[in-house]
């Protein structure tokens, strides 16, 4: 008797098929309320609503306010055209630069030792910790015309930097640097290295592993940092706008340009030179989401 009562017992707590105890006439199962779950969600999309959809709204609203023949006509103005395409050209050199060099900094942290490792991986994240208006400054400490480095690139080598797009590029360089370093690291930390030691073991020099091993694996990964590097370039003001010098048609990047609008009071010109640039790195980071979803997949097929 005293075993059936136990096994009863038992029964009566034991879950069911979803995971969830059985209801009894001793202890009835009593579902929880949803409250906490949609005070959460509540809470958060308030949260996303405040700080982002509301000011996105009235930034649509007062870019389109006059039409979308009057939002054209403010971005093609020819200073406003000159500074955009000045921002898209810089940014995607900068990406190209940063896909390349993140690259090998990544594969070099990865799979080498060496003292000051630590450190190097470290200082990696500086440049998203510091504001970028600290870049501008030391770049201009750095390059400016009359410090030493500066006057003999311009003196001997006819180059300027600060003042002059390669001042935008180096800026930008900078402040996106990690982006293609974090994107690779984690997967050349997690891939299997027996491929590359059978390909060495036949034969294949260490370009030829790279190539044929090593980039298909990281090809997503390195398309994605560097896209959010480029979006991430076209909308930087603090770090630009002292080594540029805000020259129209010369060095006025579309930020700048957004700012001088601002100042003249301009609301037309500054909200669609805004919307226009966030909707370009919105569809680029859209992308980047899209290439992050296939990643997995891509890995697994390799």
């Known amino acids: 008797m005293s075993t059936v009562s136990l096994n009863s017992n038992n029964n009566a707590n034991r879950p069911n098929g979803n995971g969830t105890p059985e209801a009894t006439d001793s202890q009835p199962y009593q579902a929880p ?38 939002f054209w006509q403010a971005v093609r103005l020819p200073v406003a055209w000159s500074a955009l395409l000045l921002t898209l050209w810089t940014a995607a050199v900068m990406a190209a630069i940063n896909g390349v060099m993140g690259t090998l900094t990544a594969y ?20 998203l910790s510091i504001p970028t208006l600290v870049t501008g400054v030391m770049l201009v400490i750095l390059f400016g015309p009359q410090t030493a480095i500066g006057a003999w690139l311009q003196q001997h080598l006819h180059i300027q930097i600060i003042f002059a797009p390669p001042g935008i590029i180096l800026a930008l360089l900078f402040i996106t640097f990690p982006f293609v370093v974090r994107a690779i690291q984690p997967v050349l930390e997690a891939m299997d290295r027996e491929p590359e030691a059978a390909a060495a073991t036949l034969g294949a020099g260490p370009i030829t592993i790279f190539r044929r091993i090593t980039l298909p694996v990281i090809r997503l990964p390195l398309l994605s940092g560097m896209l959010l590097s480029f979006a991430r370039g076209i909308g930087e003001f603090g770090a630009i706008v ?12 579309a930020a700048v340009y957004v700012l001088g609008e601002v100042e003249s009071q301009d ?36």
């Open 33 to 70: 309320l949803p409250w906490g779950r949609w005070s959460l969600r509540a809470v958060a999309l308030l949260y996303l609503a405040l700080v982002l959809i509301i000011p996105l709204i009235f930034l649509a609203q007062n870019g389109l306010a006059q039409g979308a023949s009057a």
């Open 108 to 127: 070099v942290i990865v799979r080498y030792r060496f003292p000051g490792k630590a450190l190097l991986n470290a200082v990696i994240d500086l440049p």
């Open 242 to 253: 002292l080594v540029s010098g805000n020259i129209p048609f010369h060095t006025q990047t």
């Open 267 to 302: 609301q037309l010109g500054a909200s669609a030179m805004s919307l226009l640039m966030l909707a370009i790195a919105f569809g680029l980071v859209l992308l980047v989401d899209i290439l992050q979803q296939r990643s997995p997949r891509q890995e697994v097929a390799l």
